[in-house]
């Protein structure tokens, strides 16, 4: 092993070779790797939407959402599936198990079983879409398109030739088209026309579509010249339609449709409104492949787009906004920025403690550590995204430190008077066992992740893979590498050295401390458990807390009899408060009116990026709050923020599930009631409020027969009137034209009922009200279910500074208490609160399995049971110093916190490991010459240059992040402070307390030895 060993620091030219090697290749494929805002999750959920045009929720829920739910619940794989029947539109969502082998067999599964309903209801013409989610899915930038010059018409084609464009630049794989109303041939049918004549609507219907078709009955058979007869009726142009003859008789009497009808060029019906900036117009979303980088594919688009607008004389308005590179961009200029800025005070720091040569080489480790995880991260098919980026700081010290401990150790050897190599050799071999196996034992503690469930584990599984890379690049740095390149670095022997002055002094401080090493073990111990309790009673766990966020959600709520145009009235108003309120940090506000519901609006509120405003998304968001009584005549009118972070759904999210309909409901008044009381809890909202009131007309199916009526004429005939219906098209360039008749015009209001005639099978004409009766009743809500029973889902949102969503749900469930008031009924956490419980769960279970693998190895090190656990003690021990920093700096316990935290314990399990090793190893050489403190403090002393230099370069490396040196990363930032207040806290508790943990287990052992020795001679 020795004989190998020496070989490696020999190997000046493949230490060379090596080192410009991996940064060489590091660099081409940082121009080449993908870059992202999170890495390509499937989420194993699938959506299935159904439309069913001018159905009731109830009616939707019964022939539509039950046929489906039936068939699906044969499917095995299927985790849960939850469902939503709103008037014209079935949602079912699907959530696959986790425990699936082959997930995309069974989603093709799901597929084939939609594929095989036939029994849906004829009103609904377009198959169900089954969409799978995943993250490649998001669209990365809006395209808001308008212009006061070009009329709507003309407008449209322009947005369809941009969409279709769009759609072959590289990277981009789908364009869908919002606030887009597509052209149809309206035909308004006179109703007094249409009795005159003695003509049915069916009859109409029937000749306008046989009129427009096209079909092929066969051919010629001709053996020799076999050609295809094919029938030619089609429309040659939207105006033939207005020639279709409806009605001829033997007298020569010959109706035609333009006769009977009004026929026009018109858009469907406005069904919901999208604004931007308050202006509307097209909204383009561009979605990109899975594959494709974002930032160069959303500059792409934008080049694309500053050609479109010369080439139509600039008189188009073109706006961007939900543009996703952006942020991408920032985030990583910001980790950029802050990463040169610590290396260059990392370089500094080694530079005063070691040679300029020696901090050059160990500062070379940085780069070909992380640009080497850039090329495997590449080779591997991973993308650089917030996550990764996370994960390589994290790595940052841990990297640094490996090297400054081989290099730190062949400095000694070079400044006791050994010439180059064998310096360098003693130096290598004396720490190169602690190293690996500090490696091995990081690599284990961050490879419990890879064991995290939930959404959270989906995510962050490319954390333990950066950390794996980055360490075995460092390995193979440091035994490759490092040694051969100080091997060929000449330093002269320096006569005094700035630093012995503070190695004197610690030397004295250490030798009283060791006197009182008892008490100094539990002043320790006794602020560990301060720390810990106060922690634990005092501050809060958020998994992603809200702040340095980007965008504000409003959703506004009027009476539910509220029309589009009242409720887009009402939601200009929001809109100007809304420009007055954020001001100068706004980039833009895109309103959506009706997207679901006429009485209901949502805005986006684009915010610059945290690093460039002026004031924070809370300070924005409390304003917005203030200034919503401003706003009159709206029922609810709500702001909130989007967490940072994976996808988890509302903070709370508690579905109530009963068979028993009215006792649910008491039960979600109640919870309702419950959860607006709780301080700190805000936008309580459930997905059961109802929807508009209904106008009912009931048939007399006996007088129907009698009158020899069918259901279907009177649906037609009622259809017609109120809604409209598409009769056949035809292709006008890419896009389909719907011919879609109108029985009179639109502005009828419910009176029109009773003034209505149907034609029988006879041709007699008889008045809807001789066999039919109107009421009025109250609208009934969406009908929601779980696992296909009914149920009813409350959501809110969580202040972080007044309380946590964990006590919200135990608090909220708590005053519910449904055994003794509602027994039938069953209640299921949701969202942030479900997936924050899942994902510490699986990872406390993972990390604790970690633990015992580095304990393991340990053991294995040190042929120890107690050592071990004196190493693995400094890993509470400093985290009070995180404890006390996030207090001081207000911050909450986070996720990001967690990290820092994870990559505390390597540095601190590193240093702490090595000095163990040296202390060990003076035992054996100085036993006889030296007392146990003497050995003790010198061992301690040895190693007080690397344990101050490691600390140094991490923070040095750190800071920048922590404060926001070169930008600020809200989200990041809390990552850097746990690491770096947790090592200057870990760094005094590794200098004092361990070696007092050392003597008091040296004693221990001796005592041991010596009562073992007493029983055994007596």
Request: hydrophobic share 45%; net charge neutral; with cysteine.
């Amino acid at each position: 092993m020795n004989g190998f060993l020496d070989f490696l620091v020999r190997q000046k030219k493949l230490a060379l070779v090596f080192s410009i090697s991996v940064i060489a290749l590091g660099l081409v494929s940082l121009n080449n790797i993908q870059r992202d805002q999170f890495p390509d999750v499937d989420f194993e959920i699938m959506t299935i939407v159904t439309s069913y045009p001018g159905a009731s929720p109830e009616d939707v829920e019964q022939n539509i959402t039950n046929v489906i739910e039936d068939e699906l619940s044969s499917v095995t794989g299927i985790d849960k599936f939850t469902s939503t029947s709103r008037a014209g539109v079935s949602s079912i969502v699907i959530t696959f198990s986790q425990d699936v082998s082959d997930l995309s067999e069974i989603k093709q599964e799901v597929r084939n079983v939609v594929n095989r309903i036939k029994s849906l209801p004829e009103e609904v013409v377009d198959l169900p879409r089954v969409i799978d989610r995943k993250t490649s899915r998001k669209s990365i930038i809006k395209i808001s398109l308008s212009s006061d010059e070009i009329d709507y018409a003309e407008l449209r084609g322009m947005v369809d030739s941009i969409a279709q464009s769009i759609e072959s630049i590289e990277g981009v794989s789908e364009v869908t088209k919002d606030g887009y109303l597509d052209k149809e041939i309206q035909i308004h049918i006179d109703p007094e026309k249409l009795y005159q004549y003695e003509l049915s609507l069916p009859q109409v219907m029937s000749a306008i579509t046989q009129r427009n078709q096209r079909y092929t009955v066969g051919s010629n058979h001709n053996d020799k010249n076999e050609k295809t007869i094919v029938v030619l009726s089609k429309f040659d142009a939207a105006t033939d339609v207005s020639e279709v003859i409806v009605k001829s008789t033997f007298e020569g009497l010959i109706v035609r449709l333009k006769d009977i009808a009004v026929i026009e060029s018109g858009n469907v019906e406005e069904k919901s409104i999208v604004r931007v900036n308050g202006k509307k117009g097209f909204i383009l979303r561009v979605k990109k492949q899975a594959q494709a980088d974002v930032i160069t594919t959303v500059d792409l688009v934008k080049a694309y787009m500053e050609k479109t607008g010369g080439k139509y004389n600039n008189q188009l308005d073109i706006f961007y906004s939900s543009d996703l590179s952006k942020y991408v961009r920032n985030r990583l200029d910001i980790v950029t920025n802050n990463g040169l800025i610590g290396l260059l005070l990392v370089l500094v720091v080694l530079g005063a403690f070691l040679s300029f040569k020696t901090a050059f080489w160990v500062a070379i480790s940085l780069p070909v550590s992380l640009l080497g995880t850039v090329a495997l991260l590449g080779a591997t098919g991973e993308t650089i995204n917030l996550i990764s980026l996370a994960a390589m700081i994290l790595v940052l010290g841990i990297v640094v430190d490996d090297s400054i401990i081989v290099a730190e150790s062949i400095y000694h050897y070079k400044q006791t008077g050994e010439d180059n190599f064998k310096s360098a050799s003693h130096g290598f071999k004396r720490v190169i066992m602690p190293v690996v196996t500090t490696i091995l034992t990081t690599i284990l503690a961050f490879s419990s992740m890879f064991l995290m469930g939930g959404m959270m584990g989906k995510f962050i599984y490319v954390i333990p893979l950066v950390i794996i890379f980055a360490l075995t690049l460092s390995f193979l740095e440091v035994s490759l590498a490092l040694p051969a390149h100080l091997a060929g670095s000449n330093e002269k022997k320096k006569k005094h050295n700035w630093f012995e002055y503070f190695e004197i002094k610690f030397e004295v401080l250490l030798s009283k401390i060791l006197n009182f090493h008892y008490l100094v073990i539990g002043i320790f111990s006794i602020t560990l458990v301060i720390s810990i309790y106060f922690a634990s009673t005092q501050m809060k766990f958020t998994l992603f807390p809200a702040v340095g966020v980007d965008t504000i959600n409003t959703r506004m709520t009027m009476n539910t009899g509220s029309s589009l145009s009242n409720t887009e009235a009402k939601a200009k108003q929001v809109e100007e408060l809304i420009y007055r309120v954020v001001g100068d940090d706004l980039v833009s506000v895109t309103t959506d009116v009706g997207k679901y519901f006429t009485h209901k609006a949502k805005m986006t509120i684009e915010l610059l990026p945290a690093s460039e405003r002026d004031k924070n998304s809370k300070e924005i968001l409390k304003s917005l709050k203030a200034s919503a009584n401003e706003i009159d005549q709206v029922e609810k009118l709500k702001f909130s923020v989007r967490r940072p972070g994976p996808p988890q759904g509302e903070d709370v999210e508690i579905n109530l599930i009963s068979q028993a309909g009215s006792e649910n409901l008491q039960a979600a008044n109640k919870l309702e009631q419950i959860l607006l009381n709780i301080p700190g809890v805000d936008n309580v909202n459930r997905d059961d409020e109802p929807g508009k009131d209904r106008i009912e007309v009931k048939l007399d199916f006996e007088k129907m027969a009698r009158l020899d009526i069918d259901f279907s004429t009177v649906n037609r005939y009622l259809r017609a009137a109120f809604t409209g219906i598409d009769v056949t098209n035809i292709r006008e360039g890419q896009n389909d034209v719907n011919f879609r008749l109108y029985l009179g015009d639109l502005e009828k209001s419910e009176v029109f009922i009773k003034s209505l005639k149907v034609v029988n099978k006879n041709g007699r004409v008889i008045p809807l009200v001789n066999f039919s009766s109107i009421r009025q009743i109250v609208g009934e809500p969406d009908f929601n279910h779980y696992n296909g029973l009914r149920s009813i889902m409350l959501s809110a949102s969580v202040n972080d500074e007044k309380t946590s969503t964990s006590e919200v749900m135990k608090e909220a469930l708590l005053q519910l208490d449904l055994d003794k008031n509602f027994p039938s009924v069953r209640a299921i956490s949701e969202g942030g609160a479900k997936e924050t419980a899942k994902s510490m769960d699986s990872f406390k279970q993972a990390f604790l399995m970690a633990i015992v693998g580095i304990f393991l190895l340990l053991v294995l090190l040190f042929n120890s049971y107690s050592q071990p656990l004196i190493i693995l003690s400094a890993i509470p021990f400093s985290v009070i110093g995180v404890i006390w920093a996030f207090f001081l700096h207000s911050e909450a316990l986070s996720f990001f916190a967690i990290l820092g935290i994870l990559a505390l314990v390597g540095v601190i399990v590193n240093d702490s490991l090595v000095l163990v090793s040296h202390l060990n190893y003076l035992k054996e050489k100085a036993l006889d010459k030296m007392s146990v403190h003497q050995w003790i403090i010198k061992g301690t002393k040895d190693r007080l240059r690397a344990v101050v230099l490691t600390s140094l370069t991490t923070l040095a490396g750190i800071l920048p992040l922590a404060y926001g040196l070169g930008g600020t990363d809200f989200l990041l930032q809390p990552m850097a402070l746990a690491l770096g207040y947790g090592l200057l806290f870990g760094t005094l508790m590794t200098l004092i307390l361990l070696p007092c943990l050392y003597l008091m287990n040296v004693e221990f052992i001796t005592w041991f030895k010596k009562l073992k020795k007493k029983r055994i001679s007596s």
